[in-house]
């Protein structure tokens, strides 16, 4: 498996053709079943995190993080409000009015902790 991410990320292989390797004929591979065994285990060790009754830490990081994500979409759909519905008929078009959202979105982010940064100067 250490192989296989190396390969993904010094570009050795494609995605797609990882993929293909993890299953022939819609039945995983050796190599396939092992990458679902693993992620079954990640999602075992999440899940126990999650439910933790001592520690909940993990839940605290999480409901942070949500937060967050929250907010940017509080700020997006702000955004789109004064720009109106994403109307275009087209799908080419339609990604490029949510391209722009994202492109607004994120310069008033950067702007907004810019001005954070020199507040606390």
Do not use: W
């Not at 396939?32 to 899940?47: F, W």
């Not at 078009?93 to 982010?109: F, R, S, T, Y």
Request: glycine share 8%; aromatic share 4%; proline share 2%.
């Amino acid at each position: 498996m250490l192989r296989v991410a190396g390969s993904l990320i010094t570009n050795q292989v494609r995605a797609y053709d990882l993929l293909r390797m993890f299953g022939r004929e819609g039945h995983p591979t050796p190599l396939g079943a092992a990458s679902a065994e693993y992620g079954r285990i990640d999602k075992t060790m999440h899940l126990l995190a999650l439910v933790d009754p001592v520690d909940d830490t993990y839940r605290r990081l999480m409901n942070r993080q949500l937060t967050v994500q929250e907010s940017c979409h509080r700020m997006a759909r702000a955004i789109r409000r004064g720009r109106g519905q994403i109307r275009q008929a087209s799908r080419e078009g339609q990604e490029d009015q949510l391209a722009a959202l994202g492109l607004v979105l994120n310069a008033v982010v950067l702007s907004a902790s810019s001005d954070v940064g020199r507040l606390s100067l």
